[in-house]
């Protein structure tokens, strides 16, 4: 079955302590990216991938990292987290033509106390 | 990037058609029109996509403009699983892999 899986689900942590979020793609996708949704903010990017070792920032990537090692992983990483960074957060996968659809994670909500 | 515009909130009854629009003047002629929803809680999931002619799938209609400036996403009879928040972005190779989604629309559906 195609499908993005993102883990945990849930995550309650604390101010600086470094975490990562993971995302992986059976799909053989080129395109991998991550959002972050907050009230009234609507779905934003921070980060996202054309293809292994190549990354891009999106429009909020301030106090996130990613890494692309393998064309099937895209984690999230929170060196530092704040409590400014509670949120949903989804990734998504793609291929690389704008006439494919994009396959999203079940998200993962983060609260940092 | 290609932006679009979509209102706020829409309210709908139950097994009533629904139409919610989008406006994406600045689209270029090879973008690709793509809508998503997401649930209270979940990620975002695909609903339908298209470029130039209508679309329909098991799930939604997609209308597109002639000038392809807006379109419209139909839901032929509403239900309450349809309750979320619609979004309509634009998906093209002008650096568009950014996917601008905006705010989107918050979809209400009364029993």
């Known amino acids: 079955e195609a499908q993005v899986t993102q883990n945990p689900r849930y995550l309650i942590t604390v101010t600086g302590k470094k975490l990562t979020v993971t995302c992986s793609q059976n799909m053989n996708h080129e395109y991998m990216s991550w959002y972050r949704q907050d009230p009234g903010l609507g779905l934003r990017q921070i980060y996202y991938?054309?293809?292994?070792?190549?990354?891009d920032k999106g429009d909020v990537p301030e106090g996130y990292k990613v890494s692309r090692k393998e064309k099937r992983n895209f984690p999230l990483i929170l060196e530092s987290p704040s409590p400014n960074q509670t949120s949903l957060y989804s990734c998504a996968s793609g291929g690389w033509t704008d006439n494919e659809k994009l396959f999203f994670g079940s998200g993962t909500q983060l609260s940092v106390l | 990037d290609a932006k679009t515009t979509q209102p706020n909130s829409m309210e709908s009854n139950e097994e009533e058609p629904v139409h919610l629009p989008c406006n994406h003047s600045?689209?270029?002629?090879?973008?690709?029109i793509h809508w998503y929803r997401q649930l209270p809680s979940q990620g975002p999931e695909y609903v339908i996509h298209g470029l130039t002619s209508n679309v329909n799938n098991r799930m939604a209609s997609l209308a597109i403009a002639e000038d392809r400036k807006s379109s419209t996403l139909i839901l032929h009879r509403a239900t309450l699983r349809d309750a979320a928040v619609y979004y309509c972005?634009?998906?093209?190779?002008?650096?568009?892999?950014?996917?601008?989604f905006g705010q989107g629309t918050r979809l209400t559906i009364n029993p």
């Open positions: 600045t689209i270029s002629g090879t973008d690709y």
């Open positions: 991938s054309m293809n292994v070792e190549v990354t």
């Open positions: 972005i634009l998906r093209g190779s002008r650096g568009a892999q950014k996917l601008v």
